[in-house]
Nanobody
Framework: QVQLVESGGGLVRAGDSLRLSCAAS????????MGWFRQAPGKEREFVAAINWTGGISYANSVKGRFTISRDNARGTVYLQMNSLKPEDTAVYYCAASSWEIAVHKHQYDYWGQGTQVTVSS
């Protein structure tokens, strides 16, 4: 069992930066791939970024070059550094854990956090 708690969301202006954090409970954090998803009002939850236990990373095309995912296994935490934010990045951001080595789809994730709101004004 893994429990995930996101933090770091907020209201920012276009062009600003935010760093999201996701703290995981349990001693097996290092054996999971960790991902970030987001869901805007009226839209499906979509993949943003993922990092596996070997450090392999995947990004959605919409955030490539602006967002950076990283993890600290000693702290049991995964981060999402978001730069050059745009109004279309506005969404609830969710952290999730997967036992798949390459995990870019919702159905591959077993555990989810409660989400943190990110709002980007123009």
């Amino acid at each position: 069992q893994v429990q995930l708690v996101e933090s770091g969301g907020g209201l920012v202006r276009a062009g600003d930066s935010l760093r999201l954090s996701c703290a995981a409970s349990g001693r097996t954090f290092s054996t999971y791939s960790m991902g970030w998803f987001r869901q805007a009002p009226g839209k499906e939850r979509e993949f943003v970024a993922a990092i596996n236990w070997t450090g392999g990373i995947s990004y959605a095309n919409s955030v490539k070059g602006r967002f950076t995912i990283s993890r600290d296994n000693a702290r049991g935490t995964v981060y999402l550094q978001m730069n050059s934010l745009k109004p279309e990045d506005t969404a609830v951001y969710y952290c999730a854990a997967s036992s798949w080595e390459i995990a870019v789809h919702k159905h591959q994730y077993d555990y989810w956090g409660q989400g943190t709101q990110v709002t980007v004004s123009s």
